[in-house]
């Protein structure tokens, strides 16, 4: 059974950093894409980043471009988001879900109607 588990979540402050990890388990990355997603209180869920596992091709929201950066590691069956120059308004619950390998995903993107399997979520708060 696929199951993704987030950690890394917490309190920063503006200009800081974090790292998000998305741990899998019931399946091998290579057949899936995973992506980050995250929901604001009296918001929608909306994509962050997202990877296809087999050839590592990324999206990235314009929200994020330059700030964030996912990777993945096969060998652990881990996705990872690094939020570099974190801003208040990147406050949010943040999420990993997963999806059938998308070669196209840098082009279709990060829709969260296209992923499911979604983990608990880890809060990520960024105030001074």
């Known amino acids: 059974q696929l199951q993704l588990v987030e950690s890394g979540g917490g309190l920063v402050q503006p200009g800081g950093s974090l790292r998000l990890s998305c741990a899998a388990s019931?399946?091998?990355?290579?057949?899936?894409?995973i992506g980050w997603f995250r929901q604001a209180p009296g918001k929608e869920r909306e994509g962050v980043s997202c990877i296809n596992n087999s050839d590592g091709s990324a999206y990235y929201a314009d929200s994020v471009k330059g700030r964030f950066t996912i990777s993945r590691d096969n060998a652990k069956i881990t996705v990872y988001l690094q939020m570099n120059s974190l801003r208040p308004e990147d406050t949010a619950v943040y999420y990993c879900?997963?999806?059938?390998?998308?070669?196209?995903?840098?082009?279709?993107?990060?829709?969260?109607?296209?992923?499911?399997?979604w983990g608990q979520g880890t809060q990520v708060t960024v105030s001074s």
């Open positions: 019931g399946f091998t990355l290579d057949s899936y894409a």
């Open positions: 879900g997963a999806r059938a390998r998308d070669p196209l995903i840098r082009l279709r993107g990060c829709s969260p109607g296209r992923f499911g399997s």
